[in-house]
């Protein structure tokens, strides 16, 4: 921790409170006493190491409740009637820090060793209602203790606890924007982009169709059309991924490969091994992961078939898209959006992906997502 931060300004508060109970209590049994024995000299003693005790009541509250107790016991059988200060200390510090049940016995302990450390040394030999009114006046100071470390204890808890309420209502809050700026951007760009690409692609299919030459600029067009919607569909993707859409896993991958099939694509659907029960998360992750290899073949690729290969093990579900595509290992395609999309889902659930030119041409995407780590 920095010099200067709340660790050493809560030390230096603490040694400062030490050193003046430690103070107060030597002036108070030196004004009553006067060392004159090794007896005297003893009780001087255990005052001091009792009094400075507490400085550590933050790093161990239980330990400093021992020493300040046995001290504060072994001061009044030398003969030092000094009131035990430094253990009421030790009784708020434990009780703060949670330790109810050592301070509760520890307090009893110490209600029975007083008076007999009195008896020990010769003090208050005044009679038994002095004694009485003595040990109720202590047992009230120890109550005392206890509820100002339990009321201050209470006070820090609610305090985190307001903290933490005010952290979820802003994340609350944030979903809420994140929700509402998607709305927005679906609202306002999704409509305009798709018309400039619709638009373009009907251009450059009727200047093909007339045998003309398709300007390069509407071709780049096309393409930035193309990409501008694949890219915030998956923008949108992200931002809406509020819980409310209908959940899509393995059930709904084979309506993936049909639809690549009526596109023109020849798709295949392999499943090997019995189902276990797949976890939600992973069956979306499935579900994306053959969705976004899909597109891009269908996109890029200038495939003519893709097979999808899912093999259920007992702990690991593993996926494997390949098409026939141009793609080669001396052409290796510039990540996109979607392939990092992928690989942020598999590391995410603990898995592995693998997405590379095959040797004998074409794209494979590979990943593994393990079904014990996910809930």
Known sequence: MPAGGPGVRAGV?????????????????LSVRQPATGADLLGYALLTVGGLAPAARRRAPVVVLAVTGLCSAGYQAAGLDVPAVAYLFAVYAAVRAGHHAAAVVASVVM????????????????????????GALELAWLIAAGAAGEALRQAERRADEAERTREETARRRADEERLHIARELHDSLTHQISVVKVQAEVAVHVARKRGEQVPETLLAIQEAGREASRELRATLEALRDDGTDPPRGLGEVPELVERASRAGLEATLTVEGERHHVPAAVGRSVY?????????VARHADAGTASV??????????????DDGKATPVTTPTPGVGLLGMRERVTALGGRLRAEPRDEGGFTVQAELPLDRTS
Do not use: K, Y
Not at 13 to 29: F, K, M, P, S
Not at 288 to 296: A, D, F, G, K, P
Not at 310 to 321: G, N, Q, S, Y
């Open 13 to 29: 508060i603490d040694w400062a409170i030490a050193v003046g109970v430690t103070v107060a209590l030597l002036v108070t049994a």
């Open 111 to 134: 209600l029975a060793l007083l008076p007999l450390a009195a008896m020990v040394s010769g003090l208050h030999d005044t009679g038994e209602a002095f004694a009485q009114a003595r």
């Open 288 to 296: 994306r992961i053959v969705q976004e290899s899909l597109t891009n």
């Open 309 to 322: 290969r899912i093999e259920c093990r007992p702990d690991v579900l593993a996926i494997r898209i390949d």
